[in-house]
């Protein structure tokens, strides 16, 4: 029978179980130079160009853009439903891979299974939908969340980031001044009230969230001293130095109310502090807890990865009901504090069994010798291949972006654990 006279199947049924975790290791081919890497089932974005001699005829399908390697108990629709967005979808993956598939509806187990091109048409790497409580909020017609915490106390969100303000009887303190706020801030302050800024908080050093501080002019404005320290060597005009700053402690009494900063040690940035405001229940430490969301990129670059767990575990004590996080979609809770931190723990737990079972020798057999980088490379992509799917499993649908860094997450995390060797975690 020709390719064009192939029957087409029946939709699979929906009872079936879903696919396993995804991963991003795969065969990478240049021209005729391949290297083959260890790949765990899952998503895996193709890098090889256009025409390149090097892929097979049974990958072509995958060149420029990404594959999802079968697991035991895959489906189409399954499949469909967490990397396209719809269960419905199934059959355009049908149609990508049916010389593989052939009349098969369940795919066989090691499968690589070409997936459909965007919308719009663009190769691009299929990522796992957002759980609902990391889908984006409706956004006013403003441009911007405003969020009133308690009596005095407002959180403003857009794009992704957040920052913070406090109403007092003698002016407005805002903690954080994001360049991607510029507009928003001003405008939900003046919303709330007439009184003038008069204090301005730093979280940390970061551009992201404090680059438009200069705009609020001559006011009071304190940090940590590792953040003015970074905001002195920076030598950047959107971030004027601070004049107040302390090292463990301080506590801020403005018009009738309070905010309590404090500095748990290294853990994002040095110098990233926890704001708290007890009279609202609420505080802030930013690019520590997202709510809703696994971490960003590199733990979110993190100086200390012991110590984002050690901010972790300080944030689960507290005696508070909102969370301000400083990016994502929305504030936060205890609860979710509770989530990200259950999150960091299990990554840091699966990578540490990991590492224990895994000998670092023989990688190093397997390149020049003297080429030590290359070696624990390695190594390291062979941990992350054990964590990368058990991670994966255990949280895809609980929180968000998941797929997107926890391979690198736990290549950052094993290195912590070989060079800070923490032993209080």
């Not at 049916?98 to 965007?118: D, F, I, N, V, Y």
């Not at 939900?188 to 680059?211: E, F, N, P, Q």
């Amino acid at each position: 029978m020709c390719e064009e006279e192939q029957p087409q199947p029946q939709p699979p049924s929906q009872s079936q179980p879903q696919p396993q975790s995804p991963s991003r290791r795969g065969v990478l081919r240049w021209g005729a130079v391949a290297a083959a890497v260890p790949a765990a089932a899952g998503v895996a974005a193709l890098a090889w160009p256009t025409g390149a001699s090097g892929a097979s005829a049974g990958q072509a399908s995958a060149v420029g853009g990404a594959f999802y390697r079968t697991a035991p108990g895959d489906t189409l629709r399954g499949i469909a439903a967490r990397f396209l967005g719809s269960e419905e979808r199934w059959s355009e993956l049908y149609q990508l891979n049916r010389k593989a598939l052939g009349r098969e509806t369940a795919p066989r187990p090691g499968l690589q299974l070409a997936l459909p091109e965007s919308p719009n048409g663009a190769r691009s790497r299929a990522y796992a939908p957002l759980p609902a409580t990391a889908r984006p909020l409706p956004v006013p017609a403003e441009g911007y969340r405003l969020d009133r915490i308690g009596d005095a106390l407002y959180a403003v969100t857009a794009g992704g980031t957040q920052a913070a303000f406090l109403v007092t009887d003698a002016g407005v303190v805002v903690v954080d001044a994001p360049p991607s706020l510029a507009e928003a801030l001003p405008a939900a302050i003046r919303r709330v009230t007439g009184r003038k800024v008069t204090h301005l908080v730093y979280s940390h050093d970061h551009a992201d969230h404090t680059a438009n501080a200069a705009a609020f002019g001559d006011v009071v404005r304190i940090a940590h001293t590792a953040t003015a320290e970074r905001i002195k060597a920076n030598q950047d005009p959107g971030r004027p130095m601070p004049t107040v700053t302390f090292t463990d402690r301080y506590r801020l009494d403005v018009g009738g109310q309070r905010l309590l900063l404090s500095y748990p040690g290294a853990n994002h940035e040095a110098g990233n502090i926890l704001i708290h405001a007890p009279r609202q229940r609420a505080a802030m430490m930013v690019d520590v807890v997202m709510p809703g969301w696994a971490p960003f990129r590199a733990w979110g670059t993190a100086d200390s990865v012991p110590g984002v767990l050690r901010a972790h575990d300080q944030l689960a004590r507290m005696d508070i009901d909102t969370y301000i996080g400083g990016h994502v979609h929305r504030l936060g809770t205890k609860e979710d504090v509770e989530v990200s931190r259950e999150f960091v723990q299990d990554l840091w737990k699966e990578t540490g069994k990991a590492i224990a079972g895994t000998d670092m020798g023989p990688f190093f057999g397997k390149v020049e010798a003297g080429n030590n980088w290359a070696g624990f490379d390695l190594y390291l992509q062979a941990v992350a291949d054990k964590v990368e799917p058990v991670v994966h499993r255990k949280w895809l649908g609980r929180l968000g972006a998941v797929d997107v860094f926890t391979r690198e997450n736990a290549l950052t995390v094993a290195l912590s654990q070989i060079v800070d060797a923490p032993r209080d975690l």
